[in-house]
């Protein structure tokens, strides 16, 4: 792997055992200057990544990170921090100051766990059992999508194998043949409340990665000899597989005190332990060590060769019933054909999301990750590591699966797209295990997050456009049934933004939808005006960021009157993100009429699911006839 | 297995195969009536089910479901419905009118996907990867609780088999010796948009099964004689191993233009091909048969033989500083003593939630999850199925990775107690990934939660007592750190209540927190005191319900002026409850300032933390002083 005109830098084993020395002894000053963090979670994996970093990471660090040829590290076991920190000592990037008077201080970027407020780290980690995972994501990008060289070498912990994510993971990476992706495994057999349920059997370990169609190397933790033939082994060795190396290891190895004791987990050593855990490792050192560098130059990222310029981009006729996940299918194929890093990941259900079109026109940017939403969001979150567009979908129900993959994508600052189909009651049959819920309080919650909800296919379109830009953690919520076109095909949808679909100029009441109750409450508006009640449908399609100037301005201009009314839990949903925007202040006194799933649905159609709801136009107008004769 | 003196009704495997010929039929044909469902893949599994509710499952009919001696059916693979109901059918207790009638329809218990408004289902399916797991808890609760021989079958299907939640259900099922749980995995080949990855490679899938601890039999699914033998073998062979059946079946087994084709998933038979369908399968049959009954009465519950009569119910007094963990911790064992049936499983971390102290007091009834947060939560729901009163506690970040079984729960109606610690920023160093900040809102949102965030060791105390009564899925929210205690020890919590700690009788504005925010709060009363702003001071320890009335009530009387502050998200928490309430109508126009996490938090003290997300005592006085000069 290692050209012979490459200049590599290869410290000594003999040097790497001072490194060793090194981070351990960084690791405990740091924390126990700190008075917080994991020194013997450090310990057992301080050679692992001495040898990593000294003689096969190949890192550039004198350059920007996310450079496209730099190898990536992933801590998988976040709570090992300080060794991490120790390391970037060692390399020369942090100094010894910032790594003693910053670990775990407020407004350090040494945070206790990673989070890429460091330029070396590429997501947040800490929430085990979702490294692996999102460097599936990383690995699939450089083999797949770029062909780099570079490789992905993740730290993970022996505890967080219990995650299923991990067997997910795994499970994906030999699908895709990501022997790019060398996953470190530091078995050093306690968790935080004592021993694991395998300790150190190694075997047992072997068994179910081999089983999942791993390459496994098992080493003793502590021989660098050992470790090193094993990264190097891991470097040339299967061509289509990814690579664990379960490796052997004692936690707190090196001060004898705590070697393998219960009872040290997330404890920092006292300061006179710390001192004779300093003196037993040999005292401080401060080497600067620098590894190899990557081999290979940076490409730009490989143009998609299959565009098809048959593909019209979407268009549509006001009135035709078109389902919102039917524009989205289209939408995405019409960005991807224009846009090269846009590649959709999906969970077994491409050919209810919509995506089965995109799949078919550019198979080498979909990748199916069967039925498994935790890895569909870690994919897309390695993805968008390496600048790719990655589009996400799934029934919006079964994106709950991933909320703690979610919630940490919103940490890292990842910029994924997240498209949930199948939302709200209106499903019908299938019943209440289908229906989603609860997404919109899931997704409002994230930080950062954007979360749409587009009741017709222009706006569908025009939103997924937008999110193609769109940073952070990004949400669209799209419908199973066919619905009405409500605009025309150059209206802009704004992110942030509302649209006022019927107005008289001087309405009795404003009634808010999104998704389809935009189309009820056209319906209820009908309804109300044979009645001589005047009311002013809103679509509210961006529900985070809201349209919350808009929103305050149509209630003020009815007095105050207000129908909200949400295919959602009444809870996080539409009606609260309403209440919170008219919250900052209205001339009107508010008088709010929410109407919400509060019922345990079952099946039926989609219209005796919305009746049986109470949001449905009968119940909107209901609704707002309440508001208008209660004056 | 079946002692000789116990009759058991067996018929033999040619009335197996009619009785199979009739399930898929009657699939058929209640599907196609219904022009919604899944017949292919009930058909792949008729032979299975035919065999094992003839022959096999031990379950008295006539008698109420949830009896302590049947036999449990969960199918994993809740869109074969129609095969249950078809089942169901066949003996005796659903006629052939409900079937053809009711499924799918609105109003019908036959519901697309099972839930437990039919007495012999257990729990609601329909999300993928969640029957197996909760069937370890029912599995787990015979085995090692009751000590009853019932068994537990799962029939799962393939696709489902990627979802990590399965090898973490299995490790814990071998880990516990589950013997008396028995997978059938329906092996089908084909997903809902195509093949699986792993097609008919039952060894793969075997070696899978076995290096988790499962024992392993291979069979031809459609072969009765097969099917009959793996059964048995299950039921009396490997005493200390859950048994995994891999049937290899034929999607669409029955009528040849279906059978193993893509494109039939989820599908429904138009009414031409269902007719030449049942014509291939010999046409309609209404068989009746009945298995095998339980072979045992019915004891009651085992009581804990482990009661230590040294505890004392734990009482506090007012101003000691004591974390609402700690006190929930003690709150828990002494709930143990005199409740039998209390379990408390946990995910690796019962030295941080508390439950360290009930684990060595109850050894019996703590079961240890390891880090496996969706099993934690799906053992918690199998628990709650044999009315065990479970508690299933971890850091509140992480119930977010099993927000989906947590939903499903709601729609179970399973009764079971999340406690979440660590919760908010207060946590401090750790840092974001180990923050929750999302939590109150994925619990508001779950249908029938109840959500409560004590505020000190008293009321911690008296919410535990009532959650163990408590339907439905509840929420405990606790604390990291130690705050004084601020009730007397015979104050009533009431669920649904709130609490006024400060007051003036003649208030300016109004100042409503939970949990860590109250502390603030009172703080916060202090320094306005001091500038002569008289603030009153609400503990909403019940975040759902919530007290409404109460609320609104200080509300108007403190002419409108509200803060609202939580340690969470502004999206979905406490202070868009608090808005939901205060719409159902105020008497004064509410001027609301709503204190919520908006930042990205990093490391730093408890204090830093909440004074850089702006919700400490000097931002909520900061807060009420801009409420008070508004006017």
Redesign the interface.
């Known amino acids: 792997m290692n050209p012979a005109n490459t200049p590599i830098v290869e410290p000594d084993l003999k040097t790497v055992a001072e490194l060793a020395a090194q981070l351990r002894v960084d690791s405990i000053r740091a924390t126990t200057r700190?008075e917080?963090g994991h020194p013997t979670s450090c310990m057992s994996a301080a050679d692992l990544l001495a040898v990593l970093v000294s003689r096969h990471l190949r890192y550039d660090w004198d350059r920007a990170s996310r450079t496209p040829d730099n190898d990536h590290l992933i801590l998988s076991k976040?709570h090992a921090a300080p060794l991490l920190y120790s390391v970037f000592k060692a390399v020369g990037v942090v100094s010894d100051d910032e790594l003693m008077n910053g670990y775990?201080?407020?407004?350090?970027?040494?945070?206790?766990?990673p989070?890429p407020?460091l330029p070396w780290v590429d997501l947040?980690?800490?929430?085990?059992?979702q490294g692996l995972p999102d460097a599936v994501g990383i690995a699939l990008a450089g083999k797949r999508l770029e062909k780099l060289s570079y490789r992905v070498w993740v730290l993970c912990g022996d505890?967080?194998l219990?995650?299923?994510?991990?067997?997910?993971a795994i499970?994906q990476a030999a699908?895709y043949q990501l022997s790019n992706l060398i996953t470190i495994v530091d078995v050093n057999r306690l968790?935080?409340?004592g021993a694991?349920?395998l300790g150190w059997d190694l075997d047992?370990y072997a068994?179910?990665f081999?089983?999942?169609g791993a390459h496994v190397i098992k080493i003793n933790g502590h021989d660098l000899e050992e470790i090193d033939a094993a990264f190097a082994r891991a470097c040339s060795g299967a061509d289509n597989q990814p690579t664990v190396i379960l490796a052997r290891t004692v936690k707190g190895r090196g001060y004898t005190l705590v070697e393998d004791q219960e009872g040290w987990h997330g404890r920092h050593l006292p300061e006179a332990f710390a001192n004779e855990a300093i003196r037993e490792l040999g005292g401080e050192r401060h080497l600067t060590i620098r590894g190899p560098k990557p081999t290979q130059a940076a490409p730009a990222i490989v143009q998609d060769s299959e565009i098809d310029d048959e593909l019209a981009p979407p268009t549509y006729e006001i009135g035709t019933a078109v389902a919102t996940r039917a524009a989205y299918g289209s939408a995405i194929v019409e960005l991807g054909r224009r846009r090269s890093n846009v590649v959709v990941v999906d969970s077994?259900?491409?050919?209810?999301t919509g995506v089965?079109l995109f799949a078919a026109t550019f198979p080498s940017r979909f990748f199916e990750m069967?039925?498994?939403?935790?890895?569909l969001v870690a994919t897309a979150t390695g993805l968008s590591v390496r600048n790719f567009i990655p589009f996400a979908s799934t029934f919006a129900?079964?994106l709950?699966?991933a909320?703690?993959f979610i919630?940490?994508a919103g940490?890292s600052g990842a910029n994924i797209r997240l498209v949930g189909s199948h939302a709200g009651v209106e499903i019908g049959?299938?019943?209440?295990?289908?229906m989603a819920?609860?997404d919109i309080?899931?997704m409002?919650?994230?930080?950062?997050s954007t979360v749409l909800y587009p009741s017709d296919a222009v706006s569908t379109v025009a939103l997924v456009e937008q999110l193609a830009n769109r940073t952070g953690v990004s949400y669209l919520r799209i419908t199973r049934g066919a619905y009405p076109v409500l605009y025309s095909n150059s209206t802009p949808f704004p992110i942030g933004g509302s649209k006022t679909l019927l107005t008289s100029g001087n309405d009795h009441v404003t009634l808010i939808g999104a998704g389809v109750t935009v189309h009820e409450s056209i319906a209820a508006a009908r309804i109300l005006s044979e009645m001589g009640i005047r009311a002013r449908v809103i679509d509210a399609y961006s529900i985070?960021p809201l349209d919350g100037s808009g929103l305050r301005r149509a209630v003020d201009e009815t007095a105050g009157r207000v129908v909200v009314v949400e295919d959602h839990?009444?809870?996080?949903?539409l009606?609260?993100?309403v209440?919170?925007a008219l919250?900052e202040g209205t001339e009107a006194?508010?008088r709010?009429e929410?109407l919400a799933v509060r019922n345990?649905p079952?099946?039926?159609?989609a219209a005796?699911?919305l009746a049986?709801a109470g949001i449905d136009a009968d119940a909107i107008s209901q609704a707002a006839q309440r508001l208008v004769n209660r004056d």
Do not use: C
């Open positions: 700190a917080s976040g775990g201080r407020f407004g350090s970027r040494l945070q206790a766990h989070t407020a947040a980690t800490g929430s085990l059992g505890s967080e219990a995650e299923g994510s991990i067997w997910e499970e699908q968790g935080q409340r694991t349920m047992a068994k179910r081999e089983s999942f077994e259900v491409s050919n209810s089965d069967y039925m498994a939403e935790q890895q129900a079964f709950t699966r909320h703690d919630r940490m940490i049959t299938d019943g209440p295990s289908q819920l609860e309080a899931m409002r919650s994230v930080f950062d985070r839990r009444p809870e996080g949903g009606g609260e993100g209440l919170s919250a006194v508010v709010l929410h345990l079952g099946s039926g159609t005796q699911m049986a």
